[in-house]
């Protein structure tokens, strides 16, 4: 503050905003006492601004102050000098302080505060929290081995309670959710899920029977006949496995309208969804069925000699076998079926009996032409069929059959090793892009047939073509078995008439033999 004296006493205060604030105070006439005068402290420091300054008044309260102070002498009281308008004055005064503090913390660029990284979504499935049996236990004397088998029933409880909380999420989010907003027909949604909801109930039975079987330690002894016992009931399996190949067909074209897709694309986007689509969750039962005789070989494993379950586990592993390859042929055959119901023939005479007669696919999958066009190619049991994609009327898929179909027992496949020369312009162009060079190809042609052309094929990749390779000499070696075997047994039904003289021969020719033996 300045304090400046003329004729009548005007004392200047100067607020750090820069207003004045003019006291008038009249001491003409007046002699007043010489009263020691109060100290007042002034900041000598040019250079400080304003904002500086401020927070000088601010800390006046709080620390002392390492500024140079000066005393001057002033009048008896301050309380003389500014007594008309004391309060006036110290509000004011208060009011610019407190202005200057707030204009100085707007202006005063706040510290960044930490941002909160936002994860970056992973393309990869959510994972569950993996726990281990020894993570439940505090304490426990058990041999290594025992261990690892109480970890493998763990892990078989765990999948349970898994497996049932997925199924009753898809029942509840997706089922139910796309039947009240009418976003699918009852038909349809039954027609996709299937029997899924049966299968609950079945699991939560062997979950209550498995944890019925915890004892101290919350260890479990013999296992083998709890299994043995619920193994028949995944029966029901058969049912669902086999609707899963129409089912998969129908979401897959329910995906093309805009309200499926929407609803369907906000599941797989939310938390709970993991980042599986409803596919994924309608498939977890099938793969669900194949681990089991995984995890029983694994407790047969970790099971010493003289354990109860010795006797019970290998029986228990047989029966779930062969469930499991019951539920694989029904399964086959519904997809032969399905598929077979969807071929459209261009002519009558691509209506082979072998496509008719085959009971499952030994794979199917696209394939490339020597021209580049992409097939549909299909390995039945008994006949080799390519196709093109297309669709009917209602927007279904359906599969034009193309040229003439190749009965297995009359195939001869022939590989055509990566980097050959193309020959004859079979594969110019199409396959190599103008290169001389052919990778992942093979052909297949007939042995009798006319009609049938010989195809070259070629393949995504090596894996692929391997694969295909494979499924076709599978194929054709069963396929003419197979004729081997009805040729001979049509023989032994209708003999020739033409050897019947022989048979007489030889069985008249021992009996003289026998005879002349006897003399």
């Known amino acids: 503050m300045e304090v400046q004296e003329t004729g009548k006493t005007r004392t200047s205060c100067t607020s750090v905003l820069g207003e004045t604030l003019s006291i008038p105070c009249d001491h003409a006439g007046k002699k007043r006492k010489q009263d020691p005068e109060p100290v007042v402290r002034i900041v000598e420091d040019d250079e400080e601004d304003e904002g500086e300054m401020t927070s000088d008044h601010m800390r006046d309260s709080e620390e002392p102050s390492n500024k140079r102070v000066k005393p001057v002498v002033k009048s008896n009281s301050v309380t003389g000098v500014i007594t008309p308008v004391k309060t006036p004055a110290l509000k004011r005064i208060g009011q610019s302080i407190?202005?200057?503090?707030?204009?100085?913390?707007?202006?005063?660029?706040?510290?960044?505060?930490?941002?909160?990284?936002?994860?970056?979504?992973?393309?990869?499935?959510?994972?569950?929290?993996?726990?281990?049996?020894?993570?439940?236990?505090?304490?426990?004397?058990?041999?290594?081995?025992?261990?690892?088998?109480?970890?493998?029933?763990?892990?078989?409880?765990?999948?349970e309670r898994q497996l049932i909380e997925d199924l009753s999420l898809v029942k509840k989010v997706y089922y139910e959710p796309m039947l009240k907003l009418d976003i699918m027909t009852e038909s349809e949604l039954g027609q996709i899920f299937g029997t899924l909801d049966s299968l609950i109930p079945l699991h939560q039975d062997l979950l209550s029977r498995l944890e019925r079987l915890k004892g101290s330690g919350k260890t479990i002894g013999q296992v083998g006949p709890t299994l043995m016992n619920w193994f028949p009931c995944l029966e029901a399996y058969v049912t669902y496995c086999c609707n899963q190949v129409g089912a998969k067909a129908l979401l897959d074209l329910k995906k093309h309208e805009k309200r499926v897709e929407h609803f369907l694309r906000l599941c797989q986007e939310s938390s709970f969804s993991r980042k599986l689509d409803l596919w994924n969750f309608l498939d977890l039962p099938r793969s669900r069925l194949v681990k089991y005789s995984l995890l029983l070989k694994e407790i047969q494993k970790c099971t010493p000699p003289e354990h109860p379950d010795e006797d019970t586990l290998p029986d228990a592993l047989e029966l779930v076998q062969s469930i499991v390859a019951e539920v694989n042929k029904k399964t086959g055959e519904a997809e032969c079926q399905f598929y077979r119901r969807g071929l459209a023939y261009l002519e009558e005479s691509q209506r082979l009996q072998e496509i008719q007669l085959s009971r499952f696919l030994y794979c199917h999958g696209e394939l490339k032409n020597n021209k580049g066009q992409r097939m549909h190619v299909f390995l039945f049991e008994l006949a080799l069929v390519l196709t093109r994609p297309g669709e009917d009327r209602g927007g279904g898929q359906v599969f034009h059959v193309y040229r003439q179909p190749l009965p297995n027992d009359l195939i001869n496949l022939e590989e055509i090793p990566d980097g050959e020369a193309a020959g004859g312009g079979t594969f110019r162009g199409a396959f190599t892009g103008g290169n001389d060079k052919v990778k992942n190809c093979f052909r297949v042609s007939s042995r009798g047939r006319s009609k049938a052309h010989p195809y070259c094929l070629q393949a995504n990749d090596s894996f692929s073509k391997q694969q295909w390779i494979t499924c076709l000499r599978q194929a054709i070696v069963r396929s003419r078995d197979r004729t081997a075997q009805a040729s001979q047994s049509q023989l032994s039904l209708h003999p020739d008439p033409a050897l019947y003289h022989i048979a007489d021969l030889s069985l008249s020719s021992d009996t003289e033999m026998a005879d002349h033996t006897c003399r």
């Open 98 to 159: 407190s202005r200057s503090i707030s204009f100085r913390t707007e202006a005063r660029p706040l510290p960044p505060a930490p941002l909160r990284s936002r994860a970056k979504a992973s393309s990869y499935p959510r994972r569950r929290n993996s726990q281990c049996w020894s993570d439940t236990v505090e304490s426990h004397d058990l041999t290594a081995k025992e261990i690892k088998r109480q970890e493998v029933i763990y892990e078989l409880t765990q999948g």
